[in-house]
Each structure stands twice: as structure tokens, then as C-alpha cells.
């Protein structure tokens, strides 16, 4: 197989949007100057070229943006690669930019309803090294939401068909994951969409939800989103675990280790479940979660990691509806059990953490020593 690096012609150096997960140090994608400003028409069967932002005047994109209405659209300024204002008090309030003023839209799902639940999530692939996280989670029956982009989905759609196979809930993470805010509201479009194309041209099913980018998302690109008939799914604030900066020679896979096991001591602390952000495009993000995060999680009595639609209680994640995807305490499916599951949990009909109400209870973890114990173990 291919490896993702030939894909790329060179590596991006990118500057920091936020304290938090802003614009990757370190990217295996196309450079700037490798993109084309030279307008070509994409060609039937064919692809917009790899990790560059589509042409909007495709005529592909063009039938494609009658799906919006732009007058609906709120009018906020693009950002410079995502990157904050030095002052901050300069950003219109309701512009709600996520990256800069942390706003979360009533519509945003950035937890799960349940305490103890876990929203797992990966974001960046199918990668090379892909197929190696999803043998770890098909061993212990876990799933997981995978946020995938267009590029790669028609890189290694064998790989992507594999993780639909497997249960795993498919989902959209744009095509060539730029930030969302630095966009025009026509370049948004084409983002979501040729993606949308590309998963379901390879499992034969439309994801309905989506996550941008870095988190980057404000009320204008949320407006088209929504029009598109997309969830934006981003993720609970500071639960980053930081595996991005390992690539780029900024954290190690001890201090990823060392976070988790700090959320572990706040997770019984906390009136709903988290959703958590890790990647699956480099070995060293895909090695800290089977090596050191995923066995500590599985040892962690009555931490339910669950997809991002089952903790939801949402059934049918994709247009078409449930698609490969179990929905554990649907009545109309007889899967029970297994390392993943929650047959206490229901469905409640919940879209984002605002309409679902918190269930109250302990979590009963193992000791921090324990937990401690098993990563010495494995590094």
C-alpha cells in the first residue's frame, strides 16, 4: 500500500490557532505551493486534487451550492488560517468561534449524555497505519466514530470500507482539512461535499455528521453545515489528547498518557460523558492509543467507550439510516454485549448535549496506582 507521505509532496509547518488543538505542527499533506490556483475542471470519475481546497467553480460545486442559501448565512470576516486575533474582545460575540472564544452552539454535540460514557473518536484517516487500531478494537468489540478525509478516503478506500464493515461509524472530517473559518462560504460547501461524495462512493451510505478541522468552527460555517443537513460533532473542551504534537516532537507518548490518566481522576467529577480527540494518520498516534490509552481504558471499571451516535441514542447516523452501524439498546437490533456495549443505555433521542438530560451515578475507576502500574508496563 501506498504510504501517505508519497501521497504529499512536501511537510506543512503550520502555526498554532489556540492554546488548545489548533492547526497541526506537523501535516503530510500537500504544501501551499503544490496546490494549483489555475482552474481545471474535475473530470467525470475522477477527484479534486488531493489535500487542496476543491475549485468552487466546478460545475460539480456549482449544483451543489443551490443547496444553501446564502442569505441565511451569517457574515463574519475569514479568518487567517484559523489563527486568533491578538485581541480577542474584537470578535463579534455572536459569532461563537470555537477556536478563539471556546463557544459551544446549542446545536454543537461536544459530550455524551450518560456519566462514564465515552465518546471515542479518530480523526485524519484511513492511514497505512489504520488497519492497526481497528484489529484492536475489533478484538475487544469496541467502536468508535472515524472522522475521514475526502483525500484519504479515495487513497485507501479499501481501508475505509473495512472500518464500515467493522461497525465503526463513519463520519466526515472535510477534504483537505483546512480551517473551516479561513473559507469562503462556497469553498465550505465544497469541502463537505466532495467528501460526502467520496465516503459514499466507497460504502454506499452518506454521513450526516461532521467535525472540522482543529475544531475550527463559528456560527457562519455552522449555518452552511446545517443547511447541508451535517451535525457538527467536535469535542469536550480539554479533553484533547494532545497525540497530534507527537509526530511534531512536542509531547511524547508518556505526557498523552499522563492526560488521560488526569481526565480518569475528573471523569466522576463530571455531570455528563466526554468525547475525547486522538488521530489514526501517524504510527506514533495510532501506538499511544493501542499501546498505552485503549489498555488502561479497557482495565477502567464501568468507563463505557462508545461511537458518537451511540451515546446519543441516535439509530440511523447516516442518510440512509443505521447502515452497518448497531445501535445497542434498539429494540429492532438483537446485538448485545461485548467490551463497547451498554445494554443498560437506550436510545433517548438525544441530538446534542443540550436536549439530553445527565444520568447521575458514580464511576467506579481503578486505582490511580493501578492505572499507573499498567502504563509502566507498557512503556
Known amino acids: 500500500m501506498v504510504k501517505i507521505a508519497s501521497l504529499a509532496t512536501a511537510l506543512v509547518l503550520t502555526l498554532s490557532a489556540a492554546a488548545a488543538h489548533g492547526p497541526h505542527m506537523l501535516e503530510k499533506r500537500a504544501a501551499v505551493s503544490t496546490c494549483s490556483t489555475v482552474y481545471k475542471a474535475v473530470a467525470p470519475g475522477t477527484w479534486p486534487a488531493l489535500d487542496c481546497p476543491p475549485f468552487v467553480q466546478d460545475p460539480q460545486v456549482q449544483t451543489w451550492l443551490k443547496l444553501v442559501d446564502m442569505t441565511k448565512v451569517p457574515v463574519f470576516p475569514q479568518s487567517k488560517d484559523g489563527v486568533c486575533p491578538v485581541d480577542k474582545t474584537t470578535i463579534p460575540a455572536d459569532q461563537c468561534w470555537w477556536t478563539c ?83 469562503s462560504n462556497e469553498q465550505i460547501v465544497a469541502e463537505l461535499k466532495w467528501t460526502e461524495k467520496a465516503i459514499q462512493s466507497v460504502i454506499g451510505v452518506t454521513p450526516i455528521y461532521w467535525r472540522p478541522p482543529y475544531g475550527d468552527v463559528d456560527n457562519r460555517v455552522r449555518a452552511i453545515a446545517t443547511q447541508l443537513g451535517y451535525k457538527t460533532s467536535i469535542w469536550t473542551q480539554d479533553f484533547d489528547t494532545n497525540d497530534w504534537n507527537i509526530p511534531a516532537k512536542t509531547a511524547t507518548a508518556q505526557s498523552v498518557i499522563d492526560t488521560f490518566k488526569a481526565w480518569l481522576v475528573k471523569i466522576p467529577t463530571m455531570k455528563t460523558g466526554f468525547i475525547v480527540l486522538e488521530h489514526d494518520l501517524f504510527p506514533e498516534e495510532v501506538n499511544v492509543s493501542i499501546s498505552g490509552i485503549l489498555p488502561i481504558a479497557y482495565a477502567t471499571k464501568n468507563l463505557v467507550m462508545q461511537p458518537i451516535p451511540q451515546c446519543l441514542g441516535d439509530a440511523k447516523p447516516y442518510l440512509e439510516g443505521a447502515g452497518s452501524f448497531k445501535l445497542i439498546g434498539d429494540p429492532s437490533n438483537s446485538t448485545t454485549g461485548g467490551s463497547g456495549s451498554n445494554p443498560t443505555a437506550g436510545a433517548n433521542g438525544s441530538t446534542n448535549k443540550n436536549s439530553a438530560v445527565a444520568v447521575s451515578g458514580s464511576l467506579a475507576l481503578t486505582s490511580v496506582a493501578g492505572i499507573a502500574a499498567i502504563a509502566v508496563a507498557l512503556f
Not at 454535540?109 to 465515552?118: F, L
Not at 492497526?132 to 467502536?143: E, F, G, T
Open 101 to 183: 472564544q471556546k463557544c459551544e452552539a446549542p446545536t454543537d454535540i461536544t459530550s455524551c449524555p450518560k456519566v462514564g460514557t465515552w465518546g471515542l473518536t479518530y480523526d485524519d484517516g484511513p492511514s497505512p497505519d489504520s488497519p492497526r487500531l481497528y484489529d484492536n478494537l475489533l478484538a475487544h468489540s469496541q467502536k468508535a466514530t472515524l472522522f475521514i478525509v475526502g483525500s484519504r478516503a479515495i487513497s485507501f478506500p479499501e481501508t475505509l470500507k473495512r472500518a464500515y464493515n467493522d461497525g465503526h461509524h463513519i463520519a466526515i472530517h472535510t477534504w483537505s482539512h483546512s480551517t473551516m473559518t479561513s473559507l
